[in-house]
């Protein structure tokens, strides 16, 4: 599959990811992971000033944040294809190359965590919980140091998020 293929077949179910992502957001906001009190305040504030509903404000930040997630989206498409692109066209075709495992391992799993990262650490993405206890190194592995405690490369995120094996 081409980048183009890929980023077609992405804009083609543009409306239902939209609508999946927005229906996530209103399930964070509900569940106050999203939306914090200091947010809140600064959202009736502004209200306040400008004479805005704070529903209109919600409604824009929702808009506003899913757009970013769709454009984060669109390069994780765009990121994927390269790294599987065969480097050369004498690669057999259907065939994973030693080479096409290292350009894989190297993609950054901050490209594949839908979450928010302050310093590399953010909520794990496979169990619930309020506090941070997943993080990104630098030589890009990850590791939940909570619930699940498992860790690994951008492969093993992938799959793991995804619900991806081997077979």
């Known amino acids: 599959m081409t980048t183009t293929e890929a980023l077609q077949l992405f804009e083609s179910h543009l409306e239902e990811i939209k609508n999946t992502l927005a229906e996530e957001m209103l399930s964070d906001i509900v569940s106050a992971r999203k939306i914090h009190e200091t947010q809140m305040y600064w959202l009736r504030f502004i209200a306040g000033k400008t004479g805005t509903p704070l529903m209109e404000l ?30 050369s066209a004498s690669q057999a075709v259907g065939r994973i190359t030693d080479e096409m495992i290292e350009r894989a391992k190297a993609f950054p799993i901050e490209e594949l965590y839908d979450g ?11 169990h619930n919980e309020k506090t941070s206890s997943f993080h990104i190194f630098k030589d890009n592995r990850w590791r939940c140091f909570g619930a699940c405690g498992t860790g690994g490369d951008s492969i093993s995120f992938y799959m793991k998020a995804n619900g991806k094996g081997f077979k």
Request: hydrophobic share 35%; net charge positive; charged share 35%.
């Open 58 to 87: 919600l409604e824009e930040l929702k808009r506003q944040r899913i757009e970013q997630m769709i454009e984060k989206k669109r390069k994780m498409i765009q990121r994927i294809v390269t790294y599987l692109t065969p480097v």
């Open 116 to 126: 928010e990262l302050r310093k590399g650490t953010g909520l794990c993405p496979f």
